[in-house]
């Protein structure tokens, strides 16, 4: 039973739900308390793991299919209604005498064998994803780049919860410590009232800067098809991709479709594109705009331009930069990335599925 339940927390994770370690050491206790009978199961383990009435349905479909009933004993919970002329439904039914002891065996093995193989087919399902989602976007083959589709979606899905769970904290307002404490010394340190933080106002902007060239593609598509269906949780969302010049893009179908010409075969200049988002382009940047930068920092040695960095970093929110290469390649050969982390609030590995989503969901965080 401790493996199901192992295998039952990750096919909620895999499903967008969070549970805690906490969560599932409660999870477990509960299960040793009340039992392994179906209903009570399921109701044990949602007293333990469900945070929101929201998160139901989608724990209800995880448990529906991890504890899948036999065919046998799903036939045996649904009311029986022969009718007049059903083949087998009397006694001298086909396959229901004596003279049949073929059939009967096969049916006797089939619930059996059929949960087997259906919980095979979803480890094996769960141990690919999962060794896709950890292999480096520069040594995907293009049969894998196309599989990513139903990874997005999986990842898409925790994002969003992630995202939607950060916000209703903030709504609510954080509990201020610092005034609960003092509060609490007038009534002989008895934290009587517990005082709370001033909800911090709206939505962010958010201003991602991605690159497209040869050696960040596959990242950069990842990136933009998981932000794609999280727009809602920004007041306002802009996408702009480069390799030598910004270029206003959106995600479409599945594919990047961009708004202006944009060259894949040039050589990658950020210093380039730094200076033509000052110059040309007329992008709100504020106190409440979070600029995402998707890049590998390779300038092909021209000029990083950071100063134009650190002025965009003393008006905006804050700057987060995502670096596709693993870490152990930064500031190799011709990448600056430590020219321009000095004027970034945060520099996060993205060089896997894995990364680059965990990477966004501390985005929330800034």
């Given at each position: 039973?401790?493996?199901?339940?192992?295998?039952?927390?990750?096919?909620?994770?895999?499903?967008?739900?969070?549970?805690?370690?906490?969560?599932?050491?409660?999870?477990?206790?509960?299960?040793?308390?009340?039992?392994?009978?179906?209903?009570?199961?399921?109701?044990?383990?949602?007293?333990?793991?469900?945070?929101?009435?929201?998160?139901?349905?989608?724990?209800?479909?995880?448990?529906?299919?991890?504890?899948?009933?036999?065919?046998?004993?799903?036939?045996?919970?649904?009311?029986?209604?022969?009718?007049?002329?059903?083949?087998?439904s009397g006694r001298g039914g086909e396959g229901a005498g004596r003279g049949q002891p073929r059939q009967e065996g096969a049916a006797g093995?089939?619930?059996?064998?059929?949960?087997?193989?259906?919980?095979?087919?979803?480890?094996?399902?769960?141990?690919?994803?999962?060794?896709?989602?950890?292999?480096?976007?520069?040594?995907?083959?293009?049969?894998?780049?196309?599989?990513?589709?139903?990874?997005?979606?999986?990842?898409?899905?925790?994002?969003?919860?992630?995202?939607?769970?950060?916000?209703?904290?903030?709504?609510?307002?954080?509990?201020?410590?610092?005034?609960?404490?003092?509060?609490?010394?007038?009534?002989?340190?008895?934290?009587?009232?517990?005082?709370?933080?001033?909800?911090?106002?709206?939505?962010?902007?958010?201003?991602?800067?991605?690159?497209?060239?040869?050696?960040?593609?596959?990242?950069?598509?990842?990136?933009?098809?998981?932000?794609?269906?999280?727009?809602?949780?920004?007041?306002?969302?802009?996408?702009?991709?480069?390799?030598?010049?910004?270029?206003?893009?959106?995600?479409?179908?599945?594919?990047?479709v961009p708004h202006e010409a944009l060259d894949l075969n040039a050589r990658s200049d950020f210093g380039n594109v730094l200076k033509l988002?000052?110059?040309?382009?007329?992008?709100?940047?504020?106190?409440?705009?979070?600029?995402?930068?998707?890049?590998?920092?390779?300038?092909?040695?021209?000029?990083?331009?950071?100063?134009?960095?650190?002025?965009?970093?003393?008006?905006?929110?804050?700057?987060?930069?995502?670096?596709?290469?693993?870490?152990?390649?930064?500031?190799?050969?011709?990448?600056?990335?430590?020219?321009?982390?000095?004027?970034?609030?945060?520099?996060?590995?993205?060089?896997?599925?894995?990364?680059?989503?965990?990477?966004?969901?501390?985005?929330?965080?800034?």
């Open positions: 039973m401790k493996d199901q339940l192992l295998g039952f927390f990750d096919a909620l994770r895999q499903a967008g739900l969070a549970p805690s370690v906490g969560e599932t050491l409660d999870a477990a206790a509960a299960v040793r308390a009340a039992g392994i009978e179906r209903p009570v199961l399921r109701e044990a383990l949602a007293a333990a793991l469900i945070k929101d009435h929201a998160e139901r349905a989608t724990f209800d479909d995880v448990f529906d299919r991890y504890f899948a009933l036999p065919p046998a004993a799903a036939r045996a919970r649904r009311p029986s209604m022969p009718r007049q002329g059903d083949e087998g093995q089939q619930p059996r064998e059929e949960p087997r193989r259906g919980h095979d087919q979803r480890a094996r399902e769960l141990a690919r994803r999962r060794a896709l989602a950890a292999k480096p976007f520069r040594e995907m083959e293009p049969d894998e780049v196309e599989g990513l589709d139903d990874l997005v979606a999986e990842l898409g899905r925790r994002l969003r919860s992630r995202f939607a769970r950060r916000q209703r904290r903030v709504r609510g307002g954080r509990v201020d410590m610092r005034r609960t404490i003092r509060r609490a010394l007038a009534r002989g340190g008895v934290p009587v009232e517990i005082l709370f933080r001033a909800p911090r106002p709206g939505r962010s902007d958010l201003l991602a800067l991605v690159d497209v060239s040869h050696s960040t593609a596959t990242a950069a598509e990842f990136l933009l098809a998981l932000l794609a269906p999280a727009r809602r949780h920004f007041r306002r969302v802009t996408l702009l991709a480069y390799v030598d010049r910004p270029c206003p893009v959106s995600f479409e179908a599945g594919q990047v988002l000052a110059e040309r382009w007329d992008v709100a940047i504020g106190r409440n705009t979070v600029l995402l930068i998707l890049g590998d920092a390779r300038n092909n040695r021209r000029p990083p331009r950071a100063d134009l960095l650190a002025r965009l970093r003393r008006v905006a929110r804050r700057i987060i930069w995502l670096n596709p290469e693993p870490v152990a390649r930064w500031n190799t050969g011709d990448s600056v990335m430590a020219t321009y982390a000095r004027h970034s609030d945060a520099v996060l590995a993205a060089w896997s599925p894995a990364t680059l989503a965990a990477a966004l969901g501390e985005l929330p965080r800034h």
